[in-house]
């Protein structure tokens, strides 16, 4: 089984440019959940879509946006990309919301 | 928003030496969860806890939930080079459908 598949692995942007990060499960899991990993910081809520249809907001949103395209895949889009959004990121997702989550390997971002 | 205080941030320890690290919280957690992250890798799930009072093993990984629901721990015995890693605690609050993650600590095994 794949799991958690995100593309790409790693990206270089230039400041003001967009991009749209993808991820797909084939775990018919309900929930997924955009993080983002900074040295120090741990992992940080970005998104979250708790069922198909639904996404809300986690601990840090500004400058994305994300779409739940169906039960397998939720992207995580960049509009005019920042040095602040120099991180890795990863995506995840569990069978609902009472249990623990899949990851995937990330995607390592870099904005000049 | 809920916040988890991870310690040790870093530990240092030589090969089959036993480790231990713990999490807490001011809120109380319905579920905590232990992951385990290898360099260049997401986070790999190892052991979730969903009773007040659980211990729960998996190998030599050994976690528990404390009884007060707002902490937990999770003990390494006889480490070995592979368990080198970042450690990460969660803790789920069904109502909130997301889980906190903890800052982790970083195991470096010396051989």
């Known amino acids: 089984n794949a799991g958690v598949t995100q593309t790409p692995k790693f990206q270089v942007l230039k400041t003001g440019q967009s991009m749209t990060l993808q991820c797909a499960q084939d775990?018919?899991?309900?929930?997924m959940y955009w993080y983002r990993q900074d040295p120090g910081m741990g992992l940080r809520l970005i998104y979250y879509s708790a069922s198909e249809g639904t996404t809300d907001k986690g601990e840090v949103p500004n400058g994305y946006n994300v779409s739940r395209l169906n039960k397998r895949e939720f992207s995580l889009r960049l509009e005019s990309a920042a040095p602040s959004q120099t991180s890795v990121y990863f995506c995840?997702?569990?069978?609902?919301?009472?249990?623990?989550?899949?990851f995937g390997s990330g995607t390592r971002l870099t904005v000049v | 928003g809920q916040q988890l205080n991870q310690s040790p941030q870093s530990m240092f320890i030589q090969e089959g030496e036993d480790v231990s690290m713990n999490c807490t919280s001011s809120?109380?957690?319905?579920?905590w969860l232990w992951y385990k992250q290898d360099p260049g890798e997401g986070p790999v799930l190892l052991i979730a806890l969903y009773k007040a009072g659980e211990l729960t093993s998996n190998g030599r990984l050994t976690a528990q939930f404390g009884i007060t629901r707002k902490d937990s721990f999770l003990n390494i015995s006889a480490s070995i080079p592979s368990d080198v890693g970042i450690y990460f605690c969660?803790?789920?609050?069904?109502?909130?459908?997301?889980?906190?993650f903890g800052d982790g600590t970083t195991l470096t095994v010396k051989p």
């Open positions: 969660a803790g789920l609050n069904t109502n909130a459908g997301k889980s906190t």
């Open positions: 775990m018919n899991h309900n929930s």
């Open positions: 809120s109380i957690f319905n579920t």
């Open positions: 995840a997702s569990s069978e609902n919301r009472f249990y623990g989550y899949t």
